[in-house]
């Protein structure tokens, strides 16, 4: 049976390809780019069967990708109890006391994406309204940055933790002025109270996985870096891209923090059709919302506090090196300047040693850097993982936490650039939303959507709408090493592409606030098209 050829024409289609940068329509067949260029052209290539589609005034651009984001905890976010934007301890309680069945896991009540720094007085919260309202029923809530939750009584109970319990390694039990544990649990901390939580079901799983993929078409991604997969995601989802069922390209890092890493490691790199992992994941410190993420100095809001490393220094470079003599992409979140002072240390020294320069190893938010840190990262070409919407989330107290000095090297996606980074750019949701043209905006603007504050927010970081752009497709293309099949829109290339309502490249900057996606093209499948 011959495949069907098709052709869709629009006003515009960027290629980002340096030899036809601009065209106006494109043949698909095979999964692949047939033909790019005029009208014309691509009729005369395609032949006279082909099914020709219409996006009318529609702008054409090479398929958009999130560089670091969390598909089982975006699909977890959906079916939980959604607490973002809640004004008040109060308004998050009346959203609990509404919860869908969908909301618990096994008898534990599970919400997410509450942050202090909205609340009267920013401070966090106890326990107390949460005991008042679920007395017996375990409450486990996660905070915006998934670096802290808040916890009620009986989780606490469950998780066998009181106030004679020690804080972890790498986490912190926050206690009252009489030593009682408050309910809220720093990095490490969480784990002591997941352990206690039931799995989830193969069906919630399955139907959490499904509802995130989903929304990633929407929002218009072709493909999505998972940053730290656990394993039984991960086999679903092998199961699905087996059974050609995985709608989007999915470039999977390898949960290393806990001890399915070992698994990961017997298994070494595996490459399916839509599905890749050749990637693993750890994490070096916490957030910066939650005063976890590691830093040189102590924070300007805590004195005497300079946040977390979650793994000791010489346990991560061991488990960085092992990974790098197995062949994976070793990838590391570094929030703080601490951190990501030790994270560039790890991965050069671990790169030299174990000969893997070539594996493009990657620093993971890249948030907080001494100038000389940038120098390094940059002048070692490692991917610097950025996200774009971290920096409009965090501009109204970032300055609280970390004083305006150190904020000269803090989302520094220009000097990053400059410096020879690779920058690959993504959301991290579900910490923020998956909405990619949000992220194409802060981008370019540094301004929140309503155009906050005037300028941008040290807009000398700011990058060219070309830049933005690239930084969702060129960059996510070379570091997942498939520089060669997908990033641009050129003849031969897979056929992975988004049409949109505005023009991210020549049109104002400010109309990506309320521009839609109409239509997400992976492999020559439409997964999505606007109604």
């Known amino acids: 049976m011959t495949a069907e050829t098709k052709v869709y024409k629009a006003e515009r289609v960027w290629t980002l390809d340096a030899e ?127 670096h802290a939750a808040w916890v009620n009584g009986e989780a606490l109970r469950r998780a066998g ?83 050609g069922t995985l709608p989007l390209r999915v470039y999977a890092m390898a949960a290393g923090q806990g001890e399915q890493r070992h698994a990961y490691l017997e298994q070494g790199p595996w490459q399916g059709r839509h599905l890749a992992m050749r990637s693993v994941k750890f994490l070096a410190d916490g957030a910066l919302g939650s005063r976890g993420a590691a830093l040189h100095e102590d924070y300007s809001d805590e004195p005497g506090q300079r946040g977390l490393l979650l793994l000791a220094p010489e346990e991560l470079e061991a488990r960085a090196q092992a990974f790098m003599a197995r062949g994976f992409q070793v990838c590391i ?60 989330s965090d501009m109204p107290w970032a300055h609280t936490r970390l004083g305006r000095e150190r904020l000269r090297g803090a989302y520094a996606w220009r000097t990053l650039k400059d410096a020879g980074a690779h920058l690959a750019l993504g959301s991290d ?21 309503k155009g906050w504050p005037e300028g941008g927010w040290y807009p000398e970081e700011r990058l060219s709408a070309q830049e933005a752009l690239e930084g969702f497709t060129v960059g996510p293309a070379w570091a997942s090493f498939e520089e060669a099949r997908r990033g641009r829109l050129k003849a031969g290339l897979d056929a992975d592409f988004v049409a949109l309502s505005e023009d991210p490249l020549e049109g104002p900057a400010a109309a990506l606030v309320d521009a839609r996606v109409l239509a997400t093209v992976v492999a020559g499948a439409e997964v999505f098209r606007a109604a």
């Not at 949701?429 to 959507?449: C, K, M, S």
């Open 20 to 146: 036809r940068p601009r065209a106006e329509a494109l043949a698909v067949r095979d999964g692949r780019v047939l033909a790019v260029g005029t009208l014309a052209e691509v009729r005369a290539a395609a032949g006279p069967s082909a099914r020709e589609v219409d996006l009318g005034r529609a702008t054409v651009v090479p398929g958009l990708v999130d560089a670091h984001a969390h598909l089982h905890g975006l699909g977890k976010s959906l079916t939980t109890v959604r607490l973002e934007k809640a004004p008040s301890v109060e308004d998050v309680v009346q959203r609990l006391a509404k919860a869908s069945a969908s909301s618990f896991q096994g008898d534990w009540l599970l919400g997410k994406g509450w942050d202090q720094n909205e609340w009267p007085g920013a401070a966090f919260p106890g326990r107390a309204e949460l005991d008042a309202r679920f007395p017996t029923t375990p409450v486990f809530l996660m905070r915006v940055d998934h």
């Open 161 to 243: 933790i009181t106030r004679d319990t020690p804080d972890p390694t790498g986490g912190r039990i926050l206690k009252d002025a009489s030593g009682e544990p408050t309910g809220v649990l720093v990095d490490n901390a969480m784990d002591v109270v997941e352990a206690a939580i039931p799995a989830p079901t193969k069906e919630q799983l399955e139907t959490r996985l499904r509802a995130a993929l989903e929304r990633c078409a929407q929002v218009g991604l072709t493909g999505v870096h998972d940053a730290g997969m656990d394993l039984q995601a991960f086999r679903t989802l092998q199961a699905w891209d087996a059974a």
């Open 333 to 392: 979140h570094a929030i703080g300047d601490r951190a990501n002072t030790l994270v560039v240390d790890v991965l050069l020294r671990g790169a030299e040693r174990t000969g893997t320069q070539a594996l493009r190893h990657r620093v993971e938010h890249a948030q907080i850097l001494r100038l000389e840190d940038i120098r390094r990262l940059g002048a070692a070409g490692l991917v610097a993982s950025v996200q774009p919407t971290h920096a409009t």
């Open 429 to 449: 949701f579900p910490i923020e939303n998956p909405d990619v043209l949000a992220g194409l905006y802060a981008a370019r603007t540094r301004q929140d959507a």
